[in-house]
């Protein structure tokens, strides 16, 4: 305060005029165009002033983001540092399917969003959720890589190997590095479960699916809140690959309904590719100049995401060498209705007299009903 009280009483030294040519430096913010020493010498002192509390704010701010990083733990999984809004959520999930980076494992936006509020509610983040995470039969399933991430990041529980071959999986699990008990699973176990099938997993390699099996056994046994709930995505009746990630999306012998349609187990109802996508795949498939070459050849000038559906299935149609459907005749019974409901009985009648027609129009002959029919028209 007593720096600025005497920069003030040098400022009031100064001329009207010095006092402008004073703001004129401070705007621009440079004191060497200013030609009169002692309106830069007032300007040098207030700019190092404020030079000095800037230093001051970055120093304390450097310290505040020091303090946070201590308090937040840092693990090797990836950790929710703060809760989503579901706008975000929703924002993230609408990215991931236009991305089409995770067709694999999710088909459209609300099961996308429901994996990463399931991925939220124990702890992870939303690219895990959406690569690691399963909802089945309404339960949250995960790869055992991160059953074991919850419990090692927890800093009070862990678990050590004691035996692991491809009979047997013994755990040593610990409590804040004492030792509260075992956990094990081994082929026998595995047999008498049924889980043992040929070209399953547990033929394939059975020293992954005898520790997923502990992890998951030992956590339920000795560290329940730690999984919140949560099973492997083995036990949950989904295919796995060696390292416990689903292979397929929905657990067999189980059927979802949409729409009242059952739709089969390891399926999914598809959505329609959009505009952009078949021309994506058309560009792919048949270059560019094939493309203009039809949209020449059928004289469309408009840019293709704009036409409507009919002419882009034309065009479509025209690039691939398909056919377009023929139009189904109608049927003269059909024909002879909508005349009726359009012209009134008279008017039918007089046509038929003039073109000295007997018999009924259903029986008349080909060349015969389409002149009547171009009479009827003309006479409107």
């Not at 020493?37 to 509390?53: A, T």
């Not at 809004?85 to 969003?113: G, H, P």
């Not at 008498?192 to 030992?218: C, D, T």
């Amino acid at each position: 305060m007593k720096f600025l009280e005497e920069v003030n009483q040098e400022y009031n030294k100064l001329t009207p005029m010095q006092k402008e040519e004073y703001h004129r430096g401070y705007k621009i913010g440079n004191s060497d165009l200013i030609k009169d020493p002692n309106v830069s010498f007032v300007l040098n002192k207030i700019f190092k002033w404020e030079e000095k509390q800037m230093e001051k704010q970055e120093e304390k701010k450097k310290e505040k983001e020091v303090v946070i990083a201590e308090e937040v733990p840092v693990t090797k999984m990836e950790v929710v540092k703060r809760e989503m809004t579901v706008q975000e959520a929703q924002i993230i999930c609408d990215s991931a399917v236009k991305s089409r980076r995770f067709e694999s494992v999710i088909q459209n936006r609300e099961q996308a969003l429901m994996q990463v509020m399931a991925g939220q509610e124990i702890g992870f983040g939303p690219v895990t959720s959406l690569s690691k995470i399963n909802i089945i039969k309404g339960k949250i399933s995960v790869p055992p890589e991160l059953q074991g991430a919850m419990i090692k990041r927890s800093g009070q529980y862990d678990y050590r190997i004691k035996k692991h071959d491809n009979t047997q999986c013994i755990l040593i699990f610990y409590k804040d590095g004492v030792e509260i008990g075992e956990s094990s699973f081994t082929m026998e176990d595995a047999r008498r479960a049924g889980l043992v099938k040929e070209g399953s997993g547990w033929q394939k390699y059975p020293r992954n699916m005898l520790i997923a099996r502990a992890v998951g056994n030992g956590a339920r046994w000795h560290c329940p809140h730690l999984i919140q709930g949560t099973y492997t995505h083995e036990e949950m009746g989904v295919e796995v690959d060696q390292y416990g990630n689903s292979i397929k999306q929905i657990a067999p012998h189980s059927t979802i309904k949409v729409a009242g349609k059952p739709i089969p187990s390891g399926k999914q109802e598809e959505q329609p590719k959009t505009r952009k996508d078949e021309l994506a795949e058309i560009k792919e498939k048949y270059g560019l100049d094939k493309i203009k070459e039809v949209k020449e050849k059928l004289k469309i000038k408009e840019k293709i995401l704009k036409l409507d559906d009919k002419t882009w299935l034309k065009l479509k149609n025209a690039i691939e060498g398909k056919k377009e459907p023929e139009k189904k005749k109608k049927d003269r019974t059909e024909i002879i209705k909508e005349l009726k409901k359009k012209y009134n009985a008279d008017k039918m009648r007089d046509v038929k007299e003039k073109l000295k027609i007997k018999g009924k129009v259903k029986d008349l002959k080909p060349e015969q009903f389409e002149k009547f029919i171009k009479e009827l028209s003309k006479n409107g």
